[in-house]
């Protein structure tokens, strides 16, 4: 790169991270997650604003393609950290309640997905993109629901604990799913390339697993992210080969990577990958908002922007609902359960990137698939306070767990 290129790198680089963090800390302030502004801060900075001047001038392709290897770096960490946060202890107890309401979660916005999809795509036929437009209408953004509950003081409720518990089983749903659809559209002739991540995964669950417990048993918590980082790499690179995108393999990563004794020196290590992921990811929401462009919007994007949002929120507070009081929750719990599941985050953006860059959805369709992800993240707040306005007694939510076996 020439030298005025880097300093125009550097300059952007500066820019995003302030954008990020201001906008950040004002949504905090308006008692949202700190992930809807950084959003809002990607399209700011995209071609939206000034008929798309101000992204020509700050974003040239040489820049940008830098841009985006940075955001690929944030994005694997970002993956990693949602996958170790994938605890499979939350299920003891409650696997059947938790399937029942993870099947309504999911299945009923997916199915009105599918409906709705034709008139998404403005006439697409693929069957693929069909079915990618329901899972994107149909996923949860786990790291954001987590951080709410935090927040909400519900981690130590039964609630929180069967929300964490719901999302986590949608989560790892979610991204099955994507990987299917997503290789199945790429695969074209090489389709024994991505049978290949049968093998694989269970190469990571039963050789590369118990090798990381010993290794990282003996390291500080320094080495212990210099591991899990190039573990990461090499996995994402390795689901890339297999035409899977990358970011299956560093959620695969972070998956298996053993539970850390409180105690021990390589502890911090979740809260370090977070730290360098939270510097990254600004700049993945630059790259996500160079391809929204709301300035283009018609009129008739606008009602398929209105039965987006309808379906998103409809199919999702409706479909975990009922999937709630199928598990035996009552309505209070399981009304907040619905609200909590509705939230997307970055989460959707990551879906929609994969989309967008498979070829599945074009840019505007991305574009209103934005907003909702926005959206249906800002609304979560206030919705929780409106239905969950006192903690839930643990006898309201207790018959969610496995029914006792008969005398």
């Known amino acids: 790169m020439a030298s005025g290129q880097v300093q125009l790198l550097l300059v952007d680089l500066a820019l995003i991270l302030v954008l990020a963090w201001a906008l950040g800390r004002i ?3 308006l008692h ?15 071609p939206t604003l000034f008929h798309g001047a101000l992204d020509r001038v700050l974003f ?5 393609t830098v841009l985006v290897g940075i955001a ?3 994005l694997v960490l970002f993956m990693v950290g949602v996958g170790m946060e994938i605890n499979p ?10 399937l029942r309401m993870a099947a309504g979660s999911m299945l009923v916005p997916f199915c009105l997905g599918l409906a709705a999809a034709p ?22 953004a786990f790291p954001v629901l987590a951080r709410i509950i935090t927040d909400r003081r519900l981690s130590g409720t039964t609630l929180g604990v069967i929300a964490i518990a719901t999302a986590a089983a949608v989560d790892v749903v979610a991204w099955t799913a994507l990987a299917a ?6 695969s074209g002739g090489d389709s024994w390339r991505t049978a290949l991540i049968v093998p694989f995964a269970a190469f990571m669950v039963f050789a590369v697993r118990p090798s990381l417990r010993r290794v990282l048993a003996s390291m500080s918590a320094g080495g212990a992210f210099a591991v899990t980082l190039c573990g990461a790499l090499l996995s994402s690179a390795a689901t890339e080969a297999m035409g899977i995108h990358f970011i299956f393999g560093a959620f695969l990563f972070g998956a298996i990577l053993p539970r850390l004794d409180p105690g021990a020196a390589h502890a911090p290590l979740h809260g370090r990958v977070e730290q360098v992921a939270g510097v990254l990811l600004p700049v993945y929401f630059v790259v996500a908002g160079l ?10 994007d606008f009602a398929r922007l209105g039965l987006v949002l309808l379906v998103a929120i409809a199919g999702k507070l409706g479909g975990t609902y009922l999937g709630g009081r199928s598990a035996g929750l009552a309505p209070r719990p399981a009304a907040g359960l619905a609200v909590l599941m509705d939230t997307r985050g970055l989460t959707e953006l990551v879906i929609l990137g994969v989309g967008l860059q498979a070829g599945l959805i074009g840019g505007t369709l991305y574009s209103l698939m934005v907003v909702m992800a926005v959206v249906t993240t800002v609304l979560t707040g206030p919705l929780l306070s409106l239905v969950y306005t006192k903690p839930v007694e643990i006898s309201e939510v207790s018959r969610a767990r496995e029914p006792e076996p008969a005398a």
Do not use: H
């Open 291 to 300: 391809n929204v462009n709301l300035g283009e919007l018609a009129g008739d």
């Open 60 to 64: 040239p392709d040489e820049i940008r």
């Open 32 to 46: 949202q997650p700190p992930v809807v502004g950084e959003i809002l801060a990607g399209v700011l900075l995209g």
């Open 27 to 29: 949504a905090v302030r």
């Open 119 to 140: 008139y998404l795509l403005e006439g697409r036929t693929s069957g693929t993109s069909v079915v990618f437009v329901g899972l994107a209408l149909s996923v949860t």
């Open 89 to 98: 202890s939350a299920l003891r107890g409650r696997g059947t309640g938790v």
């Open 181 to 186: 659809v997503q290789a199945f559209s790429s």
């Open 72 to 74: 690929d770096l944030g």
